[in-house]
T-cell receptor, first 114, second 118 residues
Framework: AQSVTQPDIHITVSEGASLELRCNYSYGATPYLFWYVQSPGQGLQLLLKYFSGDTLVQGIKGFEAEFKRSQSSFNLRKPSVHWSDAAEYFCACMNSGGYQKVTFGTGTKLQVIP | DAGVIQSPRHEVTEMGQEVTLRCKPISGHNSLFWYRQTMMRGLELLIYFNNNVPIDDSGMPEDRFSAKMPNASFSTLKIQPSEPRDSAVYFC????????????????FGPGTRLTVL
């Protein structure tokens, strides 16, 4: 069964600093990978996705993520964090064949300090 | 497009009462998902419908939970009887059917229903 691990439950960064949120997946083949963001009191919104091709994918709000097959990772990055980026971030994995079930990680809560 | 619509946004009820949560997916989307989110367990998939048919209900906690999708534009999640441990935020999400590799497979989430069972 596929699984997603986000090892950091909570991260605090200063506004303007760079950000990297970690995500590791477990799946037999190459999965489809996603990052979602959840603002307080809201549903989840897609930031970016990886299906195939270029392993560095660009998303909305200045975020990017890099798929590294050798490390089974799909880390999310942003060069300069804004206060409005404070939210919870979820990595997700979907199997690429058959029933396309999506498995979410447990989330990383990002706090941005002035 | 109004997005995925869920009602009610908040529900407070007493233990033993029946609770019904409602979801209207985005028009044209063929897949619908119900999730539960808690601090302890994170985001859990409860059930997945495709073309109104339940495909995977392995996440439904127990017989007290039931879900229906009578047509393409409406789904319900019912808890009967409710218990305090059911307190959570319940999300509904919809996804367009995969027709080509270009489709995004993105799930569109509703704003959620915050359920409190006293």
């Amino acid at each position: 069964a596929q699984s997603v691990t986000q090892p950091d439950i909570h991260i605090t960064v200063s506004e303007g600093a760079s950000l990297e949120l970690r995500c590791n997946y477990s799946y037999g083949a190459t999965p489809y990978l996603f990052w979602y963001v959840q603002s307080p009191g809201q549903g989840l919104q897609l930031l970016l996705k990886y299906f195939s091709g270029d392993t560095l994918v660009q998303g909305i709000k200045g975020f990017e993520a890099e798929f590294k097959r050798s490390q089974s990772s799909f880390n999310l990055r942003k060069p300069s964090v804004h206060w409005s980026d404070a939210a919870e971030y979820f990595c997700a994995c979907m199997n690429s064949g058959g029933y396309q079930k999506v498995t979410f990680g447990t989330g990383t809560k990002l706090q941005v300090i002035p | 497009d109004a997005g995925v619509i869920q009602s009610p946004r908040h529900e407070v009820t007493e233990m033993g009462q029946e609770v019904t949560l409602r979801c209207k997916p985005i028009s044209g989307h063929n897949s619908l998902f119900w999730y539960r989110q808690t601090m302890m367990r994170g985001l859990e998939l409860l059930i997945y419908f495709n073309n109104n048919v339940p495909i995977d209900d392995s996440g439904m906690p127990e017989d007290r939970f039931s879900a229906k999708m009578p047509n393409a534009s409406f789904s319900t999640l019912k808890i009967q009887p409710s218990e305090p441990r059911d307190s959570a935020v319940y999300f509904c999400a919809s996804r367009p059917e995969r027709l080509a590799r270009e489709w995004s497979h993105e799930q569109f989430f509703g704003p959620g229903t915050r359920l409190t069972v006293l």
